[in-house]
């Protein structure tokens, strides 16, 4: 997923954009509220995540600044264990969930998972369209097979990513752009062909039929119960 964090506290940056790094998404971290204005609108990111005391724009001012320009960005808020009513204001203000300072990651990326499958209209931590499943917390994928049996895949860090982003919009067509702006961010250095060499490595692992190409217009997943691939 493309994650961006709005904190400027950089110890606390520093671990999240770390951990959130391993698994497997592409986290874009600005430190002032100036600069995350406009961000939202530049890049369609899965999940924001915000603090709220930040120089420039404090993090309540951005949040409804957002959602009045309707950036339906699911936005989960850091907060310090005394803030109360800061809590209050961020869920009435359109924040969908917050985590209180100091949270362990597992707990975030726990938040994370939830608030993106909300909006995905899903109900447990798998992604799936029958055949491929993909367990964003445990990080489990598996093909099943003709007689129903399921095979186990092991996926470097990119190719679940890219999964991922498939398995979220199943029998939509991604664009090779959206899928860059999925698996990267901005401090990522992209190779002009990294996205067809990632479907390719992809391919030989889940079978090359599982990721159509829609020649010119991108990649897909088919969607649940749309009939053999
Ligand atoms: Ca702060």
């Known amino acids: 997923m493309r994650i961006l964090l709005v904190e400027d506290d950089v110890m606390i940056g520093e671990a ?9 998404h592409a986290v874009d971290w600005l430190q002032d509220g100036e600069d995350a204005r406009h961000a939202p609108e530049d890049v369609a990111y899965d999940c924001i995540l915000l603090d709220l005391g930040l120089p420039g724009i404090d993090g309540s001012t951005l949040l409804s600044l957002w959602r009045r320009e309707k950036v339906t960005t699911p936005v989960i808020i850091l907060t310090a264990r005394d803030g109360l009513s800061d809590r209050v204001a961020g869920l009435d203000g ?27 209209g899903g109900s447990d931590s798998r992604l799936s369209n029958g055949v491929l499943t993909l367990d964003q917390a445990t990080r489990e994928v598996t093909v099943k097979n003709a007689d129903g049996s399921l095979t186990p895949v092991t996926l470097t860090s990119r190719e679940f990513a890219l999964l991922e982003a498939l398995l979220m919009r199943p029998g939509a067509v991604l ?8 698996i990267y961010s901005f401090d990522d250095e992209i190779e002009s062909n990294a996205v067809e060499y990632i479907i390719h490595t992809l391919r030989k ?13 991108g990649w897909k997943v088919q969607k649940a119960g749309s009939g053999a691939l």
């Open 94 to 120: 359109g924040a969908d969930d917050y985590v209180v300072k100091p949270f362990e990651l597992s707990e975030l990326m726990a938040r994370i998972r939830a608030v993106t499958r909300r909006q995905g």
């Open 175 to 182: 664009s090779r752009e959206s899928l860059e702006n999925r």
């Open 205 to 217: 692992k889940v079978g090359a039929e599982q990721i159509k190409n829609v020649r010119g217009a």
């Open 16 to 24: 999240v954009v770390k951990g959130l790094s391993r698994a497997s």
